[in-house]
Every structure is written in structure tokens, then in C-alpha cells.
């Protein structure tokens, strides 16, 4: 099944479509209800924001898509981000690139986004970035009030290392259930640094945006000779694409990971969907290991 179940009851799509890009795939909301549709029928329910994408726009195109079909809310989880301050034209109160995790901002930044995106709770809520001046308490304050009043039901945090999210959880009762961090064929560092041991011991949920390496997973021959020829050959024994096999190789690993697609395109998820059945030896999994890295396993 293409759901999973979370120990600490967050559930959502083991793929998750990502809205990152939605200001470039130039479409009409009602081709985003559409688009939504077909995305909920494949399976692919757990819906990735951020306050600051698209130049603070990509909420809002989402919440004019979903106000036309107020319907398909029952059927997805929403995910949503903050802690950034990103200077754009379309915040002109915003004046410097930083991080504010204060109590205040946390809980603005969450009204905001229930707003653009029209919707009266955020199933997840992540901070989006950790910061050299994160107040754990003061974190903990905003958590607890968003989830007293309902307007956040789990939390969790993008791109923290182990004790970064360990702080933080040390200053919550409610758990914190996902990780979110960058992980691909091509970006091994989190496979390396405890982070998946990490989220394996305390039930975490890893969210790995840029499955495909920000597209140098379609340019390997340039990017990674040896990794292009490995994929490629496993590829074609699976009677697959190299972008089905990356997925693949996510899903193979035991912490559970939920890939994030950034694309506007069906068949992109309609291939991703497709990869969650196949499934990789552990030979496979381990010659693309190797082909990144450029050497062997010791």
C-alpha cells in the first residue's frame, strides 16, 4: 500500500508531492484541481509546502486550486513549513535573509499559511531550517499553543542534525515525527552522519526532498559517469527509468524514507507511484551505493 501508517499517528502517502515549483508550472487553479485529483486517486496524499516558496506565493495558488474543490482537503495531509525570512516584494516587512523561530513569528507564519492555503488545520508543521539562535522553550511555546487552539496537529523539522532535533524534542511533550533532509543516489551525507540511525530509534519519519538531486540525476553522464552506466543497467532489468530506480532506491532503506517530487507533470508521479512497487536487491542497492561513492564498501 502507498499509505503508512505512523507509529505516532501521522498518516500519510509514503510519497509525497511537493509544491515547491508550483509558480513555474504555470497552471490554471483549475488545472491544479486536476492535477490534485489524479494525485489523491494515484495515492499521492501528503501535500509538502512552505510559507516562503515561491516567493511566498505557492500557498496561495494551492488554496484558490483547493477552494474549488474543498472536497479533496478530507483526503490529504498538508504539510507546511517556517522559520525563514526571505525578502521579496511580496513581503516588503521582511528586510534581511535570516531565521526568526520566535514565538510569535512561528504562530503568524501558521496563521498565514491557514489562510492561503484555506484550510482550518495544518496536519504537519515543520521548522524549516535549525538556527544558531533556536530557543528551544520558546519553539515549544508555539508548538503547544498551535495544538491547543487546533491549528497544527504533529510537528517536526527540516534539515536538523541528531542533537539539533534532540533539543528541541527535549523540550516537547508531543513527539516530533518527521525529519526532513536531502537525500538521493547522489547525496549520501545523511546516510552517513546518524541521521537515518536517528530517526529509525525515535520513530521519525524521514522526508527526503530533491530525490533527484536537483536534476543532475537526468545529466549523469556528466555528473557521474559510473553511477549513469549503474542505473541505467539496473534500469533496464527492471524495465524501468534511472528516475523509477532512484525512488526505488529510497524506499529499499529500512528508516522508511517518503520521497518529495517536485514536479507538476502526472506521469512523474504516475512513475513514482509505479517505482514503490518494484523493489531492489540488496546487490542492486549496494552497486549504486558503490557507483556514487566511487569506491567500494570497506
Known amino acids: 500500500?502507498?499509505?503508512?501508517y505512523h507509529p505516532l499517528g501521522f498518516q500519510g502517502s509514503r510519497i509525497a508531492q511537493g509544491f515547491w515549483r508550483l509558480t513555474e508550472w504555470?497552471?490554471?487553479?483549475?488545472?491544479?484541481?486536476?492535477?490534485?485529483?489524479?494525485?489523491?486517486?494515484?495515492?499521492?496524499?501528503?501535500?509538502?509546502?512552505?510559507?516562503?516558496?515561491g516567493d511566498y506565493q505557492c500557498e496561495k495558488l494551492f488554496g484558490e486550486a483547493l477552494a474549488l474543490r474543498p472536497s479533496l482537503r478530507?483526503?490529504?495531509?498538508?504539510?507546511?513549513?517556517?522559520?525563514?525570512?526571505?525578502?521579496?516584494?511580496?513581503?516588503?516587512?521582511?528586510?534581511s535573509h535570516r531565521y526568526d523561530q520566535s514565538v510569535s513569528h512561528i504562530i503568524d507564519s501558521v496563521n498565514r499559511s491557514l489562510r492561503n492555503l484555506r484550510v482550518e488545520e495544518i496536519d504537519l508543521l515543520l521548522l524549516h531550517r535549525p538556527s544558531p539562535l533556536m530557543d528551544a522553550d520558546h519553539v515549544a511555546e508555539?508548538?503547544?499553543?498551535?495544538?491547543?487552539?487546533?491549528?497544527?496537529?504533529?510537528?517536526?523539522?527540516?534539515?536538523?542534525s541528531q542533537s539539533q532535533f534532540d533539543l528541541l524534542q527535549s523540550r516537547l511533550e508531543m513527539p516530533l515525527i518527521v525529519n526532513q533532509v536531502e537525500l538521493s543516489p547522489l547525496e549520501l551525507?545523511?546516510?552517513?552522519?546518524?541521521?537515518?540511525?536517528?530517526?529509525q530509534q525515535h520513530a521519525v519519519t524521514p522526508?527526503?526532498?530533491?530525490?533527484?538531486?536537483?536534476?543532475?540525476?537526468?545529466k549523469l553522464e556528466e555528473v557521474n559517469p559510473e553511477l549513469g552506466r549503474v542505473m541505467t543497467q539496473i534500469a533496464a532489468q527492471h524495465h524501468a527509468t534511472i528516475?523509477?530506480?532512484?525512488?526505488?532506491?529510497l524506499l529499499r532503506h529500512p528508516s522508511g524514507i517518503a520521497p518529495v517530487l517536485?514536479?507538476?507533470?502526472?506521469?512523474?508521479?504516475?512513475?513514482?507511484?509505479?517505482?514503490?512497487e518494484m523493489t531492489l536487491s540488496d546487490k542492486e542497492w549496494f552497486e549504486i551505493w558503490v557507483a556514487s561513492q566511487g569506491h567500494p564498501v570497506p
Open 243 to 249: 528516475d523509477q530506480i532512484a525512488i526505488a532506491w
Open 26 to 53: 504555470n497552471m490554471s487553479a483549475e488545472a491544479l484541481v486536476a492535477f490534485l485529483e489524479q494525485c489523491v486517486e494515484l495515492g499521492v496524499t501528503t501535500m509538502d509546502h512552505a510559507d516562503i516558496y
Open 189 to 199: 551525507k545523511h546516510f552517513k552522519d546518524g541521521t537515518l540511525d536517528h530517526v
Open 74 to 95: 478530507d483526503n490529504m495531509q498538508i504539510v507546511t513549513k517556517c522559520g525563514i525570512m526571505l525578502p521579496s516584494q511580496n513581503r516588503p516587512d521582511i528586510t
Open 262 to 276: 517536485g514536479s507538476g507533470k502526472i506521469e512523474r508521479v504516475q512513475a513514482a507511484v509505479a517505482a514503490h
Open 207 to 218: 522526508m527526503a526532498w530533491s530525490p533527484f538531486a536537483g536534476g543532475n540525476l537526468f
Open 142 to 160: 508555539a508548538f503547544e499553543h498551535l495544538y491547543t487552539v487546533g491549528k497544527v496537529k504533529h510537528f517536526g523539522v527540516s534539515n536538523f
Open 1 to 4: 500500500m502507498l499509505h503508512q
